[in-house]
Each structure stands twice: as structure tokens, then as C-alpha cells.
């Protein structure tokens, strides 16, 4: 057992010694990093992986997109009338003949284009305040109406998308309490926009 220590002693009492140990020590931790770095960044890389698609999936600040088209709220709302007869039980001046859907989240929630297209519209609008248009192309238009004084933040021109933010919610023009008023037009008819949407993968109910 003599002559091995003695031989140790020697090496490392010499210089390439000492870069023979300096060097046998690099060695194995880059082979410890090779081992074990794997088995730390992957559950890493997973978590944040998991992250990013909970953030893609999250309503708070930001509507529901399905491909092109998307809900025109973040988050849950109420609904009330709906398309076609439906008289406003203490409201003398609103029309009895519905034709688009209304929804609420509370005044100055924020408000959302529907789908990709270009801003015809974007000011007062008659009795349906104010109001932003969205052409969608062939022949698709959608309304949003009753829009707070000075909440619009698009420009008629402007192209739009899915959870582009275009108002907030108000009462201006011939409404009963803040609300959202929805239309979709289709060449120039207005349709029920709950089946519309519905056809989307975005149910209004």
C-alpha cells in the first residue's frame, strides 16, 4: 500500500500533477451537469408550459376567442332581452320589436369586437347611443350599441380582431340601464345574433 500513496504524492506534488487533477475535475461536473440538468429543466420547461396555456385559457382581462370570432365580454355576464317581441316593462320609449341581443356585465365593463374586420362606425348612432359597427365582410356586420360617453377606443377605418377592445359599457341613447345591445346584420337584415354566435362555438346563453 506504500508504493500507490507515494506515487499519489508525486502527482500531486508536481505541476502537470495538479492539471491532471484540475482537469479530472472539470470532467466530472461537466458529466454531473449532463446527468442531472435534464432531470431539473424539464420539469421546469413543463411547469412553464403549463403556465402559458392557463394564461391562454384565462377570460380575466381578455374574452374567449374561438378561432376568428370571440364573446364581445370578458368573464361571465348576464343576459336579458333577447331577439324579437320583447316589450321593456316601465320603459315607454324603448322598442317593443327587439333585434339583437342584450347582455351586461356592469356600466364601464369593457366591450370587445366580436370578430376580425374593419370599424365603419364609431360615434352616435340614434337611439342606439353610442354605437361602433364592425364590418366583417361578406355581408357579416355586427353592432354594438349603447356604448358609455367617451369609453369609444376605436376609429372608424380601423381594423379589428377577436378581443380588440372597442367601448365600454353605458346607457346612452333609448335604453333602460346600462347594458350592451348586440346586433348582427347580414346583408343588411338584422338576424338573431344568438344562433349566429352559437354557430361560432360561442353559445350567448
Known amino acids: 500500500m506504500g508504493a500507490p500513496v507515494a506515487v499519489v504524492a508525486a502527482v500531486t ?8 487533477i484540475g482537469l479530472f475535475a472539470g470532467a466530472l461536473a461537466c458529466l454531473a451537469v449532463a446527468v442531472f440538468a435534464p432531470v431539473i429543466v424539464l420539469p421546469l420547461a413543463v411547469a412553464a408550459q403549463s403556465s402559458s396555456t392557463a394564461s391562454n385559457e384565462s377570460v380575466n ?21 333577447g331577439y324579437g317581441w320583447h316589450p321593456v316593462e316601465g320603459c315607454a320609449y324603448c322598442p317593443a320589436a327587439h333585434f339583437g341581443y342584450d ?43 349603447h356604448l358609455a360617453d367617451g369609453s369609444i377606443t376605436v376609429a372608424e377605418g380601423q381594423q379589428v380582431t377577436a378581443g ?19 346586433e348582427v346584420r347580414q346583408n343588411g337584415a338584422r338576424i338573431d345574433p344568438a344562433p349566429f354566435m352559437a354557430s361560432l362555438g360561442l353559445p350567448l346563453t
Open 61 to 81: 382581462g381578455a374574452p374567449i376567442v374561438v378561432g376568428e370570432w370571440g364573446y364581445p365580454y370578458a368573464g361571465s355576464h348576464t343576459t336579458g332581452r
Open 103 to 145: 347582455m351586461s356585465q356592469g356600466c364601464g365593463a369593457d366591450i370587445f369586437a366580436a370578430g376580425p374586420g374593419t370599424v365603419t362606425l364609431a360615434r352616435r348612432f340614434g337611439q342606439f347611443g353610442n354605437s361602433v359597427m364592425i364590418d366583417h365582410g361578406a355581408g357579416t356586420i355586427t353592432l354594438y350599441a
Open 164 to 182: 380588440t377592445r372597442v367601448g365600454g359599457e353605458g346607457q346612452t341613447g333609448l335604453s333602460f340601464g346600462c347594458h350592451l345591445h348586440f
Open 13 to 20: 506534488s508536481t505541476r502537470t500533477g495538479r492539471r491532471l
